[in-house]
């Protein structure tokens, strides 16, 4: 079955506060087509086929837009009231993740070539690695928050109910195998 994808939730503009990017039109430009190739990959294997197909043919519906955009103010299964803050606020720091290793290292016939500027302090690889491995960390604890929110909506989200794995009341831990 051939995935559709639809447009970008995360652009450059979007990446701000602790996972912000220097401000560079190149930058931009490779950026969102970053975004374009690996964006609808996540979802996809975060929500299941069904899910993700169900909100890219019906992209107006309630149910999408409180996913996406988030909702405040439900109770989860111990009686918590919690926020859900949406696709962007989950998806900002895997995208900074990706982008971070990424925009370092460039490959040439030569060999992998590593960006040096002049009077500026780099980062060591380990260093950029740990930066990216914060960032995804972030990403899985916001990815957690989102199937709270998925498994406490499931009767609007039926198309989940399938595809959800394991949820652990006692420590609202999400265990899946689909990253």
Known sequence: MAITKFSNIITYSDMGGEFALVSNSDYEDRFNSMVTDNEYFVLYNMLGASLYNTYVAA???????????????????????????????????????????????????????????????????????????????EFLRRYNECYIYLYINLETYTEFDHYFVNYNTKSKIIKTSIL
Request: charged share 20%.
């Open 59 to 137: 992209p107006t519906t309630e149910a999408w837009t409180d996913l996406l955009n988030g909702k405040s103010g439900y109770e989860d299964l111990n009686e918590d009231l919690r926020n859900w803050q949406g696709l962007k606020y989950l998806l900002v720091p895997y995208h900074y993740s990706k982008w971070i290793l990424s925009d370092q290292y460039k490959s040439s016939l030569s060999g992998i070539l590593i960006n040096n500027q002049e009077n500026s302090r780099l980062l060591s690889i380990s260093q950029i690695k740990k930066l990216s491995n914060m960032a995804f960390d």
